[in-house]
């Protein structure tokens, strides 16, 4: 029954956040519409749209009640983490021919018009996200707008790519490394997406603190997931490759620690999210906890 109750709910969520997504997406028209295109190509390849779904239920979740501030970030998140997936399938970084079953961006459309696609989808979540000033609470929308642009700039995305690509073919990276890297790259769009959610529903400083240390939990457990699935996963289920990480020099927790201990500490950080998102719950005396089933299941996926 929990089963059913969960896929019926996160189903719902899911098809909101993609209509929402499609309805704030640009035109393909004028002379600039192959990198429009190429945006557009990367943001309908599918996906499991977890970010928006976070931002819409922590939403909820924390009393939001208006529509149209929360939806263009619902759209903003997903555009950003497009437009990092894309730059990182990039030749010159992890060099991915597939992406969710489909031909990468730079495979289709050149690694020039790829980068120009990212970059496009950077700047356009910022255009797009602005589209929730002038409804009210344009206070909140400007507090939103700070952990949008820190959690995706030189303290967030960029940093932890920065690291990454540094430390390839590296044998000076250890745990320090490795957790700053899972923390910039992968949680802080996750713990961007739960802040946002709250703020734009107006909650207070200590329960927005709370939701990004469980999203720091959560995205880094998540990371250190697809690190195993890197090694322990199908090909044909993940719609990528797979022991792409090895072959390019890269070391992670699974290569430090194991698969064992791996998936220990992945268990380890999803118990420190689930509790909180637990009590989160009970306090709104709201009966099932989706984000902690959610959070349970995306460090336990298969693909």
């Given amino acids: 029954m929990m089963h059913d109750r969960f896929n019926e709910y996160y189903e719902g969520l899911r098809v909101h956040a993609e209509e929402t997504i499609k309805s704030f997406l640009p035109e393909n028209n004028g002379l600039q519409k192959t990198v429009i295109n190429a945006m557009n190509y990367s943001m309908l390849s599918g996906g499991k749209r977890l970010r928006p779904i976070l931002m819409y239920e922590s939403w909820q979740l924390s009393g939001g009640t208006d529509e149209k501030i929360i939806s263009p970030f619902i759209a903003a998140i997903e555009m950003i983490h497009t437009y990092s997936l894309v730059h990182d399938d990039l030749p010159a970084i992890d060099n991915d021919m597939y992406r969710r079953g489909r031909k990468t961006a730079h495979v289709i459309y050149g690694a020039g018009m790829a980068t120009l696609a990212g970059d496009g989808l950077l700047n356009y979540a910022f255009e797009t996200a602005l589209k929730a000033s002038g409804h009210g609470h344009d206070d909140r929308v400007i507090s939103a707008l700070k952990v949008l642009a820190l959690k995706a700039g030189i303290y967030g995305v960029v940093g932890g790519q920065c690291v990454d690509i540094e430390n390839e073919n590296s044998e000076e990276v250890n745990d320090e490394v490795i957790d700053f890297v899972n923390e910039l790259k992968t949680a802080c769009m996750i713990e961007s997406s739960l802040m946002i959610g709250a703020i734009l529903a107006g909650a207070d400083s200590e329960y927005i603190h709370r939701l990004e240390y469980a999203g720091s939990c959560l995205g880094k457990a998540f990371q250190i997931r697809d690190d195993i699935l890197n090694v322990t996963g199908n090909e044909n289920e993940l719609g990528k490759s797979i022991g792409n990480d090895s072959d390019r020099g890269k070391r992670n927790y699974v290569s430090l620690h194991g698969l ?44």
């Fill in 260 to 303: 064992n201990d791996a998936q220990a500490k992945v268990t380890e950080l999803t118990s420190r999210a689930v509790q909180i998102f637990n009590e989160i719950y009970r306090l709104r005396n709201i009966d099932y906890a989706f984000l902690s089933e959610l959070a349970e299941r995306m460090t336990t996926r298969r693909k």
